[in-house]
């Protein structure tokens, strides 16, 4: 059974700071996905990394993904407030019949001024 | 293109009736999945259908839930009877799964949001 475990669950911090959340998956795959929910909304897209060493970057964030390693990151630098959400990694299982994605459990992301 | 069309955004009921959560999905996406989300357990994935085919049920708690998808434009989702424990947030995503499927995003709609009392 796929397991994606995500690190931290929450996270506060000063705008101006980077951090970075981790996401790790206890099987092969080589397609991961990141998410943006905001509270009370629908998930967002915001990057797909197709295969290792895969790097994407939109504004303040950039998602790495190391398939060796089974390990993706989302690095924030210098945050700001509108960055508050709960951003969420997806795996996608090699090999299986369908895009069937198993989520982390999210890490919820909290800036203050 | 509207997105993924859910109704009714919110639903309130009282245990033991009958729920009927409906989603339109993009209009040229092949599969569409339907997930539940609370705290105490995230984001679950309950059902997946293929070119309108269900592919991968596991997900479905008990037999009080069932899913269908008469066509390429509609699913729903069918709690029977319903009970507390079903309160959440139940989303319907599609994606487009075509030869080359690098990518594969699934695009969730709002949500509906229900509550049984």
């Known amino acids: 059974e796929l397991k994606v475990e995500q690190n931290p669950l929450f996270l506060s911090m000063q705008e101006g700071k980077n951090y970075t959340i981790y996401c790790n998956y206890s099987?092969?795959?080589?397609?991961l996905y990141w998410y943006r929910q905001d509270p009370g909304k629908s998930l967002e897209s915001l990057f797909v990394?197709?295969?290792?060493?895969a790097v994407k970057q939109e504004g303040r964030l950039m998602a790495s993904l190391d398939t060796k390693a089974r390990l993706s990151t989302l690095h924030i630098t210098a945050a700001v407030h509108d960055l508050s959400a709960t951003y969420f990694c997806a795996v996608d299982m090699a090999n299986n019949a369908g895009n069937m994605l198993t989520f982390g459990g999210g890490t919820r992301l909290m800036v203050k001024p | 293109d509207a997105g993924v069309i859910q109704s009714p955004r919110h639903e309130v009921t009282e245990m033991g009736q009958e729920v009927t959560l409906r989603c339109k999905p993009i209009?040229?996406?092949?599969?569409l999945f339907w997930y539940r989300q609370t705290m105490m357990r995230g984001l679950e994935l309950l059902i997946y259908?293929?070119?309108?085919?269900?592919?991968?049920d596991s997900g479905m708690p008990e037999d009080r839930f069932s899913a269908k998808m008469p066509n390429a434009s509609f699913s729903t989702l069918k709690i029977q009877p319903s009970e507390p424990r079903d309160s959440a947030v139940y989303f319907c995503?599609?994606?487009?799964?075509?030869?080359?499927?690098?990518?594969?995003?699934?695009?969730f709609g709002a949500g509906t949001r229900l509550s049984v009392l």
């Open positions: 099987t092969t795959s080589d397609r």
């Open positions: 995503a599609s994606s487009f799964r075509g030869l080359d499927s690098a990518k594969n995003i699934q695009y």
């Open positions: 209009s040229g996406h092949n599969s």
């Open positions: 990394l197709l295969s290792n060493g």
């Open positions: 259908f293929n070119n309108n085919v269900p592919i991968d």
